[in-house]
């Protein structure tokens, strides 16, 4: 049975790069690149049983649909584009909060009139019946563009293949609309297009992403055991608050009340006296303030939270049951 280390994908360049990095130190698994930055291999602090990759974002995608990595960090844009039938070939673990990003179907303001993709749609059989060809669609997410036209119904148009400068398009006359990513708008504006009214195709993040079909050899299982364990932590204390208080009547009904309705959890148990301690998400923590002082709480205190270790271990899990008995 092979022990080759487990392969972590890691962008080495790009909008993810420098989130992806802090993300790993702050949970504890700091990536090491021991020949500097332009150093394609590195190594995870204080885990020798892994490697990692630095890739392009959209390398990964591909790496890990083919299974020759183990775990990667890449946009979920980009695994819905490039992996045919995802859900046989990878696992999006976690998203990772950052590197928001939506795919949108954009068109020239100058249309005014054009709004939807039931205008679009009007706009494709006019350029049909007067110009005699089918509208043009700029992008480099084929497969994404393909599957929205055709569930909003609209068969009559040609993609133009897009590698960059995407949002130029129509400005230069190489295309009529476009389908892009887009974060804050502004390269959207600045080449005078709007995004349709119902044209968000896919709302995007960066995700921990697990291959299905990559070679998971114990080594391997055992180290994204080590990760998952210490990535789940920083995710749960990133969810969490820990909420103290000295409410007044029956703990045991307070905490079942506090769970049903802010989904607070008494990770410590119910003890008789001394303060209760309850993990609460980062949402529910004014409304259960209050809700702890009317049952007889006189001060509640809230504290962030580094790391919740917890022995299962819910990532560490979804991936086992995905990779099915072995
Ligand atoms: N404003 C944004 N524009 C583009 N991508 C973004 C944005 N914000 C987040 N992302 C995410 O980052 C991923 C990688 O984008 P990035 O531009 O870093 O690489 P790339 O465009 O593939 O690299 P390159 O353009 O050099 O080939 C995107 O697929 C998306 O998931
Ligand atoms: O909505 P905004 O915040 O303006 O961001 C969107 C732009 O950013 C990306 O391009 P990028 O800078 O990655 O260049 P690329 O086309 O070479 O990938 C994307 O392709 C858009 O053009
Ligand atoms: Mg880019």
């Known amino acids: 049975m092979s022990d080759e280390p487990l392969l ?10 420098e989130n992806a990095f802090a993300f790993f130190a702050q949970a504890g698994l700091p990536l090491m690149q021991p020949r500097g930055s332009r150093d394609y291999r590195g190594t995870v602090a204080g885990l ?5 990759l630095f890739l392009s974002a959209s390398e990964i995608a591909k790496e890990l649909s083919l299974g020759n990595v183990h775990l990667g960090v890449t946009g979920e844009d980009l695994i819905r584009e490039q992996v045919p039938q ?19 179907i954009a068109v020239p303001q100058a249309w005014i009139d054009v ?17 005699g060809r089918p509208l043009r669609v700029a992008t480099k997410y084929i497969t994404l563009t393909r599957s929205f036209f055709a569930q909003n119904g609209l068969g009559d148009y040609r993609i133009v293949e ?15 609309v476009i389908v892009d990513i887009t ?25 921990l992403v697990a291959s299905l079909r990559a070679d998971w050899n114990p080594t391997a299982l055992s180290a994204a055991r080590a990760i998952l364990a210490r990535l789940g ?3 749960r204390a990133r969810a969490v608050q820990e909420v103290k208080a000295l409410p007044k009547g029956d703990r045991a ?35 259960i303030a209050d809700w702890l002082m009317a049952q007889g709480a006189d001060t509640v205190a809230t504290t962030d939270l580094d790391d919740v270790f917890q022995s299962t271990n819910p990532l560490n899990e979804r991936l086992l049951a995905a990779l099915g008995p072995r």
């Open 8 to 17: 972590l994908a890691v962008p080495s360049k790009g909008r993810l790069q």
């Open 48 to 52: 020798p049983s892994a490697r990692v």
């Open 86 to 104: 995802a859900d046989t070939r990878v696992l999006l673990l976690a998203p990772l909060g950052f590197g928001p990003a939506s795919v949108v």
């Open 115 to 131: 709004r939807t993709m039931a205008d679009l749609d009007d706009v494709a059989t006019r350029f049909r019946s007067r110009l």
């Open 162 to 176: 897009s590698l960059g400068a995407t949002e130029g398009a129509p400005a230069s006359g190489t295309a009529d």
């Open 183 to 207: 974060t804050t708008g502004s390269t959207l504006a600045a080449n005078a297009l709007k995004v349709l009214d119902d044209g968000l195709i896919l709302k995007s993040e960066a995700n």
């Open 233 to 235: 932590a920083a995710a």
């Open 253 to 287: 009904m307070i905490v079942k009340l506090a769970g049903e309705q802010f989904g607070a959890v008494a990770p410590f148990g119910i003890s008789a006296d001394g303060p209760l301690v309850l993990h609460v998400p980062k949402s529910a923590i004014y409304p």
